[in-house]
């Protein structure tokens, strides 16, 4: 990937980018790990890890949305404008579980 | 001037009848007032500042006097004053208000508690020793009183301006706050969160009384049966006594004694029991089930209404041994086993 | 106005191949469509976050009943349609690439398989759901919870749900609908998208290097693939009973 | 008194043969417009209207609290007057009102661009405005709803039978609108500015919207979901805020509030981005620390999402998150007081004019500091135990919002008039309406702040007879600011036919916008220009009049 050097001059499109085309070939090899980690992931959940369990879950979710993100949606080869505004929307998501966690979590203590 | 005596009579009567500030009739009251006069300072000093530079640099650079503006791009010192003096304030401002916050929101440990059951627009107090009141509440001066109030339906809010206190009611958990009344008399009771057609309509007398009228009050205007009694009553009609009768082999825990203790529960968690546990747990008992014991008691959602529920809770506050329990249980099951007496034989 | 694009919610794009009068440049303007898409996304993400917020909550306050209600639902189904779903995402990748590379067959093909896919996916749901109604497991006034306090001999969790918790089951079922329900909204609309882009793919419209709208509805459908793939872990697998 | 206003010769002054108004004709040429300018003008016919129903909704409730009694109207009536006022005012008239107005007509110019990025989808958001309008309307038709804006549920899933479902689409409609205006800001903002015109040299006035822009974009669609679960609760009984089926009633506030507080910041920061814009012009002067203004704006987004539970405080959420919820609610005040001083800094040394529109922006800096700082009351938690829920929160909120918001509003449209229609308004008739504006609002809202520390609930019927001298004078005043707000509609309408030609500069201000016509062409300009110039720079203004350069348009 060309090393983009921004120019606030070019307003319209500062780092040059030039449309990356992705190879169906990456499109297979996403297309598999997607499978095979579906796979993994039902499969993991037959095993009794406790409290593991919704942590692997989820961690395989974020990883293949990951990777549908980045090479599916082509975020990896996008201006980094784009990239900051996919960050922006789960931060927010993060906001309003964390901030509403800090309700509900908080409201057996002072009890006692 | 051509107003008549009458109507300039009404007008001093009308303008003298209305209130500009409320009275402070509780311990609280004095302390919020202070932080309000606090926070009315800060708010003139801050207008009046603004005030007067706009007034000033007005007069003083008006187009005529200066005709040619120069360009000045900032100062960063001034920048970070009037970034940090306004934030100081405002911690300021935070601090005191947490502390108030958690003085109302924290009863004392020797308040006298009352029930207050909001329901779609109308108040009731209940009262421990029997006194049941509708859009009205008797209060002694000088002592904490601590309200653990829930509502029947939607959200409705418990606000007595002249204490400066107010409490959302909401349906399915207890909310409380306290008070110390200092000053007899009546001050108003509002619904403040808004709960439909009546809204305006949900409100009621607190009555301040000194400690010998409000003695002479509960005297003459019990209903006889204390909560607690109501509370034995509904505990024995719904067979609770059937597990819970504290013998060996019952298959519900012990009750007496329970309230206030640290609970086990089976997944292991300890768990303070208070009036808020022991209302979820009669309502939903899977999720609180005490250590060494089996999920087996059924759930009473939806058939004991929210007074029945503080009876049982109340009843349960007071329980410390098991005899009347049993003896009730015994009397129960005699009368279940003896055989009805033959007809025409007089017993 | 000379050309007559009906503006749809979901989709961004403007028909006229060459670039719009207001766009300096033709770089502009894809990035511009790329971007705005981006931003839409984002409300999408707000719009089911509220619902993850919901399953979150309530999965903390009533674990047992979300696990009794989760083992009724069936792993099988679910785990072939996430896979339909992926295939379906992959082709729609392919279409982009097609698109691109300008390879008008393929990308009515691809377009084809997606829809295809899309629709298999929505014919399990509609298994699934169907299944829901006769249990009677639809959130309502005749919601029926027997199933919970004593589970059949053939059923995978043969835990027996006090009542109160076996009601909080509706809880789940609540928001099983609503998610699979929105996320089902989502597909319908994305597959009517589809159907008419594959009309005016099949027209030309996007083989001569003017690929926005492909390439927007390509991370839309991709974002609805990713909604699936938390939904499927969350609502499926939450503490499975090996079969016994 | 001086002025700056510098009208072309009215004997010889024409309006320019070809321009955004005259270049198509019929009303398909507007109701199927592309350009930004028509769109601005569409929303500002149809917000001005449903700013006239709300506003006669409260005058209804001032009416009615003109007397103790319930007695003009039946207490679901006036529940419904209030919930109609509420609903009217926030969705259909506060939050799009400055960016789809004043936003749609001049960031494009501002920025140096011929159009917004999407042009289809701006007419889009307006349809879906007039669909949402259409549709709150046909509620309060079919016989209202009665839930107050904000839908506190079980009330309003199970305790109502009004058109609760009906309203609820009506929001969520109206609520794509915001999400696509503030869609096409960001992509413009970030990708169609002119050539040389970095983030810095942007007007503060684009600062603003782009920083409320980020909000609706983020903060609306929970709103949606939140709506879409209330109707679907009503409708299908899917009981996630039913407590009778374990539902949690609070789970609603968090998710109705998340949005709603940024929404008050979506409805304020384009209004402070006008005073900016207003301040500088007539103080022929670059706004006092540009940087601090524009990333103020840009805090006040970012913080705008940390403080939702501050209107919670007393609904039993846990007193640790109160405390949370409260000192950053104190972070998120600061940057609105750094802007209040910056503004007021901007008049040092500057060269004072008082047109309408600065008359305004006085009222504004005035009204708006006194309900920011009413707002730091409510933001303290012992503090908002009492005052929560009463008049004083009324009095507050209207304050930022019709003290602050609506102040900014007028001072937007009089200070762009004559750009938008290349008409001048009466100087003395605007100046008078401003003046009753500013007194008819003290005199209703201050004494509703004496009110309120007294213990008024809000959204009372009926209330204690001593309470009546004090509704009295808001009622009074109330009506005085009617008339403050029918005069701006006469002379405005009147300024179109008969109004003085105003020429492409009246105010001569230094933004793109003033260099081309009044009303500009419908490319705006012929080719776009390079600004290679900082934003406020009055000192190339003056240069540029002593050589007469021809204007850039």
Known sequence: ?112 | MGISPVLWQFLIKWLHASALFPAEASTIAPYADALYFFLLLMTLVGTVIVAILLVTFSIRYRAEKNPVATQIEGSTLLEATWTIIPLAIFLVVFVWGALLYFRIYNPPANAMNIYIVGKQWMWKAEHPGGQHEINALHVPMGRPVQLTMISQDVFHSFSIPDFRVKREVIPGRYTTVWFNATTPGTYHIFCTQYCGTLHSGMIGEVTVMTPADYEKWTQDSTSGMSLAQNGERIFASMGCNACHNGTAAARGPNLAGVYGSKLQLTDGSQILVDDAYLREAILSPSQHVTAGFAPIMPTYQGQISEEGLIDLVEYLKNLNSNYRVQQTLNTSQSNATAPDTAPGVKP | MDNHTIAHTEEHHVSLPQHRHHFETEEQQREAATFGMWLFLLTEIMFFGGLFMAYLLYRNWYYDAFVAASNTLNIGLGAVNTAVLIGSGFAMALAVWAAEVRKKGLLVIFLIITTLLGTVFLGVKYVEYKEKFELRHVPGANFDISRFVNPPADARDQQHLAPDMAHKTEIYFSLYFAMTGMHALHMIIGIGLLIWLTIRAQRGAFSSGYVAPIENFGLYWHFVDIVWLFLFPLLYLINIHPMH | MSTILSLPDQRTATLPKKNYLNNEHGILSWLLTGDHKRIAILYLISITFFFFIGGAFAGLIRLELLTPQPDLVASDTYNKFFTMHGIIMIFLFLVPSVPATLGNFLIPIMLGARDLAFPKINLLSWYLYIIGGTLTLTALVLGGVDTGWTFTTPLSTHYLNTHVVTAATAIFIAGFSSIFTGLNFIVTIHRMRAPGMSWFRMPLFVWANYAASLLMVLGTPVLAIAIVLVALERTIGIGIFDPTKGGDPLLFQHLFWFYSHPAVYIMILPGMGVISEVISTFSRKRIFGYTAVAFSSVAIAVFGFFVWAHHMFIMGVSNYSALVFSLLTMLVAVPSAIKTFNWSATLYKGSLTFETPMLYAFGFIGLFTIGGLTGVFLGSLGMDIHLTETYFIVAHFHFVMVGGMLMAFLAGIHFWWPKMTGRMYPESLSKLAAVVTFIGFILTFMPQFILGYLGMPRRYHAYPPEFQVLNVLSTAGATVLGVGYMLPMLYLAWSLKYGAIAGDNPWQATGLEWQITSPPPTENFHEIPIVDYEAYDYERLEKMKKHEVTTVG
């Not at chain 1, 040059?16 to 579906?38: A, C, W």
């Not at chain 1, 499969?43 to 409290?51: N, P, V």
């Open chain 1, 1 to 112: 990937m060309t090393e983009h050097h921004p120019d606030p001059m070019n307003v319209t499109n500062p780092e040059h980018d030039e449309h990356h085309i992705v190879s169906p070939l990456q499109y297979t090899m996403v297309f598999g790990t997607l499978l095979v980690f579906t796979g993994v992931t039902v499969g993991a959940a037959y095993i009794d890890l406790g409290l593991f369990n919704p942590v692997i879950a989820l961690g395989i979710a974020c990883f293949k949305a990951c990777i549908v993100i980045l090479f599916f949606m082509h975020v990896k080869y996008s201006s980094r404008l784009v990239k900051m505004t996919v960050g922006a929307g789960f931060f927010t998501f993060l906001i309003l579980v964390t901030m509403s966690l800090t309700d509900y979590m908080s409201r057996a203590w002072g009890r006692w």
